[in-house]
């Protein structure tokens, strides 16, 4: 079955700098969906890419779809203490969403 | 709308009982999904459905039962308690089967001594 890898499993970052989470699927997706946990929280949805090549931005957040729709990746400028939290990638295959183990984002000030 | 809602919020169970997490959306959402998570492991689907009266397994089944009677309410029983079975339970609701965001519930922490 569809397998979605996720790394790294932890980032600790120093607020104000950047970092980029991946996303790595065994099969081609038909598209990949991102969500994120803040601690003590449920997923919420953050966005979907569905096109090869695609890239989508919000504000500080940019999420990037591969060309062969098999990885994707998530990429934070200037980190702040609100990016606190797991992201999680979550690819489409039939009808279920298979999610990766996630990236614990966590933010010295 | 209230969205997905869930109950309990917390339970402990003793190993071999019994019990339903309930979970209900009030967003006529054809697609429902039950996740457990565990830490470093992310979200392993358990059982959907795509419509009342068809429930499907997913990649984690065994020790848990579900159906799905009506559009609202999916839950999910176990049958037999196992400490492995100590865990967050996240139901999770969308509109469709594709391209549709999905909607998770606030969560179930079980614990089984």
């Known amino acids: 079955g569809q397998q979605v890898m996720q790394i790294p499993q932890y980032q600790h970052v120093q607020e104000g700098e950047d970092f980029t989470t991946y996303c790595n699927s065994s099969?081609?997706?038909?598209?990949i969906q991102w969500y994120k946990q803040r601690p003590g929280g449920h997923p919420v949805f953050l966005i979907q890419l569905v096109k090869s090549g695609e890239v989508k931005k919000q504000k500080r957040l940019t999420f990037q779809f591969g060309e062969a729709k098999k990885n994707s990746s998530l990429h934070i400028t200037a980190t702040q203490t609100t990016d606190v939290g797991t992201y999680f990638c979550?690819?489409?295959?039939?009808?279920?969403?298979?999610f990766g183990a996630g990236t614990t984002v966590t933010v010295r000030a | 709308n209230a969205g997905v809602t869930q109950t309990p919020k917390f339970q402990v169970l003793k190993t071999g009982q019994s019990m339903t997490l309930q979970c209900a959306q009030d967003?006529?959402?054809?697609?429902m999904s039950w996740y457990r998570q565990d830490p470093g492991m992310g979200l392993r689907l358990i059982h959907y459905s795509v419509g009342a009266g068809i429930t499907d397994q997913g990649e984690v089944p065994n020790g848990y039962n579900v159906s799905r009677s009506t559009t609202e309410d999916f839950p999910l029983r176990l049958l037999s308690a196992a400490p492995s079975q100590t865990s967050v339970y996240f139901c999770?609701?969308?509109?469709?089967?594709?391209?549709?965001?999905?909607?998770f519930g606030p969560g179930t922490r079980l614990t089984v001594t």
């Open positions: 979550a690819g489409q295959d039939d009808y279920k969403l298979s």
């Open positions: 099969t081609t997706l038909s598209n």
């Open positions: 999770a609701s969308r509109a469709g089967s594709y391209l549709y965001e999905q909607y």
């Open positions: 967003m006529n959402h054809e697609y």
